[in-house]
C-alpha cells in the first residue's frame, strides 16, 4: 500500500489552522495514524484510528478520514508544532513521505 | 512507565552484520508486539519488520526479507534486530517500537531512543 502525503513541507503563522493530507492507494477503513517527530528525536504517536487523540496530546490536533482519504488538522498552530508528519498505515505498517511544517 | 532503550551507536564495514538491542520496561514483555523502523538521513520513516508478543513470530518487509533477522529474549525483556550483508544504503537511525492494539487497530505508543549504525569503509 503506497502512502502519499502532501504538501511534503508547508509554512505557516502562529494561530492558523493547516491540513495535511493522506491518500493511501487503497482503502483502509480507519487503519490510520499520525505522528509528530521533531529533529533529532524519536517519532510520538499523536492520533490513532484515524481520529482518536492521544491522552496529552493537545486538543488543537485532529484527524479525520476513511478509506482512501485522511487529514490532520492543526487549529491555531504554536511554535512547539514545528515538525515533520507522518501518517502510517497499519494493514502493513507502511509510513507516508511525511511533511515538515515550519513556523514563519 | 513504558521504556524501551536501545544499544549504542555502530560503525561496520560494508558486508558486515550488526545487532541492535531494545531492552524493554514497564510492562509486560510478551503482550505486546515489537517493531523495527529506519530513518536514514534526511530520509522519511520505513517500517522493517516486527515479532509478537506472545509467540514471538516474525514478520518482515519484503525489502528486507533475507538480510534482517528480529529475535527476542524474553528473560532479558530485549529484542533484537541483527541485519547483515550492509551497505553504505543502509546507513540509519534504526528504532523499536512498542505496537499497542485495541480492537484490532495498532499503533506504534511507545518508541526507543534511536540507534546510529553508520556504515563506512
Known amino acids: 500500500i503506497q502512502m502519499t502525503q502532501s504538501p511534503p513541507s508547508l509554512s505557516a503563522s502562529v494561530g492558523d489552522r493547516i491540513t495535511i493530507s493522506c491518500r493511501p492507494s487503497q482503502s483502509i477503513s480507519n487503519y490510520l495514524n499520525w505522528y509528530q517527530q521533531k529533529a533529532g528525536k524519536a517519532p510520538k504517536l499523536l492520533i490513532s484510528a484515524a481520529s482518536s487523540l492521544q491522552s496529552g496530546v493537545p486538543s488543537r490536533f485532529s484527524g479525520r478520514g476513511s478509506g482512501t482519504d485522511f487529514t490532520l488538522t492543526i487549529s491555531g498552530l504554536q511554535p512547539e508544532d514545528s515538525a515533520t508528519y507522518y501518517c502510517q498505515q497499519t494493514y502493513s505498517w507502511g509510513f507516508g513521505q511525511g511533511t515538515k511544517v515550519e513556523i514563519e | 512507565q513504558v521504556q524501551l532503550v536501545q544499544s549504542g551507536a555502530e560503525v561496520e564495514k560494508p558486508g558486515a552484520s550488526v545487532r541492535v538491542s531494545c531492552e524493554a520496561s514497564g510492562y509486560t514483555f510478551t503482550s505486546y508486539a515489537i517493531h523495527w523502523v529506519r530513518q536514514a538521513p534526511g530520509q522519511g520513516l520505513e517500517w522493517m519488520g516486527w515479532i509478537s508478543g506472545g509467540n514471538g513470530n516474525t514478520k518482515y518487509s519484503q525489502k528486507f526479507e533475507g538480510r534482517v533477522t528480529i529475535t527476542r529474549d524474553t528473560s532479558a525483556t530485549t529484542v533484537y534486530m541483527q541485519l547483515s550483508s550492509l551497505t553504505s544504503e543502509d546507513t540509519a537511525v534504526y528504532y523499536c517500537?512498542?505496537?499497542?492494539?485495541?480492537?484490532?487497530?495498532?499503533?506504534?505508543?511507545?518508541w526507543g531512543q534511536g540507534t546510529l549504525v553508520t556504515v563506512s569503509s
Open positions: 517500537a512498542r505496537e499497542f492494539t485495541v480492537a484490532d487497530l495498532g499503533s506504534f505508543d511507545c
